[in-house]
């Protein structure tokens, strides 16, 4: 139950507080969110995480000319990245943005958007929020999103230098020998093709995840930056 269901529960009854389970309180928990150097090694979950499932040949075919939209798991993972951040990061005790946009949704009858951000505000004023809070919130949501996606592309970088760039310098090696080598031609020739195709292959599939992780990205960045336009507008 959001906290502007909990607040008006005593005089307005939702249709699915049954449904609803008890969220678990905020930790005070301290995570870093600390940028990497460029010259050191940069992990990142989708990049060397084993748990996340390669695309399908699908949506490789579908998205490999033209990504328009991002793969589901890429939007789920920085929906996690904002639960987390709001769960752990003590930055983010207490009403911020994050219960701001959740309360909202339970007001979708009201049509008229700044009265359903006035009253999702005025709502949560009760619980503590103040604007400055608001906005604070929201930018520091937005730059966990950026520093993620700074950290996916150094990772997603050194994966391409290590898993394309070393195949096509051992193609290069291979292409030489075949000049030198006559004998062994045909085997060299199977080599180059298979490791080209392999090489082709990688490309693709990092590619793909790069665009789609980044289209993600972009599109949560967007929706916050929105949500503080719309804040700045009518607070």
């Given at each position: 139950?959001?906290?502007?269901?909990?607040?008006?529960?005593?005089?307005?009854?939702?249709?699915?507080?049954?449904?609803?389970?008890?969220?678990?309180?905020?930790?005070?928990?301290?995570?870093?969110?600390n940028?990497?150097?460029?010259?050191?090694?940069?992990?990142?979950?989708?990049?060397?995480?084993?748990?996340?499932?390669?695309?399908?040949?699908?949506?490789?075919?579908?998205?490999?000319?033209?990504?328009?939209?991002?793969?589901?798991?890429?939007?789920?993972?920085?929906?996690?990245?904002?639960?987390?951040?709001?769960?752990?990061?003590?930055?983010?005790?207490?009403?911020?943005?994050?219960?701001?946009?959740?309360?909202?949704?339970?007001?979708?009858?009201?049509?008229?958007e700044?009265t359903?951000?006035?009253?999702?505000?005025?709502?949560?004023?009760?619980?503590?929020?103040?604007?400055?809070?608001?906005?604070?919130?929201?930018?520091?949501?937005?730059?966990?999103?950026?520093r993620?996606?700074?950290?996916?592309?150094?990772?997603?970088?050194?994966?391409?230098?290590?898993?394309?760039k070393?195949?096509?310098?051992?193609?290069?090696?291979?292409?030489?020998?075949?000049?030198?080598?006559?004998?062994?031609?045909?085997?060299?020739?199977?080599?180059?093709?298979?490791?080209?195709?392999?090489?082709?292959?990688?490309?693709?599939?990092?590619?793909?995840?790069?665009?789609?992780?980044?289209?993600?990205?972009?599109?949560?960045?967007?929706?916050?930056?929105?949500?503080?336009?719309?804040?700045?507008?009518?607070?």
């Open positions: 139950m959001s906290l502007l269901k909990q607040i008006l529960s005593p005089f307005v009854e939702f249709e699915d507080d049954k449904k609803e389970t008890v969220h678990e309180a905020k930790q005070p928990v301290t995570t870093g969110y940028s990497t150097p460029v010259e050191e090694k940069v992990e990142h979950p989708l990049i060397t995480g084993a748990h996340v499932a390669p695309p399908t040949p699908e949506q490789t075919t579908a998205l490999r000319s033209s990504l328009t939209t991002a793969l589901p798991e890429h939007e789920q993972y920085f929906e996690k990245l904002i639960d987390e951040a709001n769960a752990k990061n003590p930055l983010f005790q207490g009403t911020d943005y994050k219960e701001f946009i959740d309360s909202k949704t339970d007001i979708d009858n009201i049509t008229d700044e359903k951000y006035r009253t999702a505000f005025n709502v949560l004023k009760r619980t503590g929020l103040t604007k400055e809070k608001l906005l604070s919130t929201a930018q520091e949501y937005h730059n966990i999103i950026g993620d996606l700074n950290a996916f592309q150094s990772a997603h970088g050194q994966q391409y230098q290590k898993e394309v070393q195949r096509e310098q051992l193609i290069q090696k291979k292409a030489e020998e075949l000049q030198a080598l006559s004998a062994k031609m045909n085997t060299l020739k199977k080599e180059i093709s298979q490791l080209s195709q392999e090489m082709t292959e990688t490309k693709d599939k990092l590619s793909l995840i790069k665009n789609s992780f980044l289209l993600a990205g972009e599109k949560k960045q967007n929706e916050i930056q929105t949500e503080l336009q719309k804040l700045q507008q009518y607070f």
